[in-house]
Structures are given as C-alpha cells and as structure tokens.
C-alpha cells in the first residue's frame, strides 16, 4: 500500500461529517504488471485500538479476479455512520491467498458530528461511536 485519502463524496471536500457519504481510496503498486485473486481489507479501530466494523472486499463482493498491478481499490460508505472522533484504519491484503501487505494503523480518520438524521441536531458528544437509523414513536 501505497497511500490513503478520505473523500466527502457529499460535499466534494476532505472534511468528513457522520452521515456524508464517504470514500476510501488505497493507492498500491507492485512490481506484478497484473494481480490475481486479491483481496483487500480495512479495520476501523476506535480510540483504544478496539476494531470496530471491517470492510472487507471478499464479504462484500468476492475477491477481485484482476487488477492492474498499479491503481486505486476504493471502498465507498453510503451516510457514514460514525460519531465524532478520530478513528485509526488498518490495511490488509492478499494475492492468490498470500500475505501481500498489511499495515496497522495505516491511516487517521477525523470525523466531525454531522446532520446523521436530517434534523438539525447531533447526538450527545462521546455517547457510543456509531449512529444507527432509527424511529421513535408514543402509543396509547
């Protein structure tokens, strides 16, 4: 791996908001012209290094077949539905199942509290990590 950058697919900016839409891009290189059977993981650690969710290109989709041996893997979060904080991203890899890379701690993520639910409020600051899509209702 040779890079990491966080874009704010909703606002075209760096700042990342819970509730934007975001996306990963891993920049790699090999020597290899081409690479088969890859598989590529992200860890999403909290503040003491707890992983939180992984995003992993094999449950989501299966392994990639082909890839350049140079390029971008890109991984987008629709409505990302993390709370304020500051968020470590671990990197993992393989090729044809071997060890290709794998780097912890790989990269910084700085989230500021967003308009998760469209009301023009935030939830109490340091109250859990995730923001989860809900509906409250009073019944007799």
Do not use: K, M
Not at 45 to 61: I, N, V
Not at 100 to 109: I, K, M, S, Y
């Amino acid at each position: 791996f040779d890079s990491v950058t966080f874009r704010n697919l909703s606002t075209g900016g760096g700042v990342i908001r819970s509730g934007d839409d975001l996306r990963i891009e891993i920049r790699y290189s090999s020597p290899s012209a081409r690479l088969q059977n890859v598989h590529v993981d992200t860890i999403i650690h909290g503040p003491f290094e707890e992983q939180l969710c992984q995003l992993s290109s094999a449950a989501q989709r299966g392994d990639f077949a082909e890839v350049p041996g140079s390029g971008i893997f890109a991984c987008t979060i629709p409505r990302f539905p993390f709370d304020e904080g500051a968020y470590g991203l671990s990197l993992f890899a393989t090729v044809n199942t071997d060890i290709a890379d794998w780097v912890n701690q790989a990269a910084r993520l700085d989230v500021l509290s967003g308009d998760y639910f469209g009301t023009g409020r935030t939830n109490v600051e340091g109250i859990g990590h995730f923001l989860v899509t809900h509906a409250w209702s009073a019944e007799e």
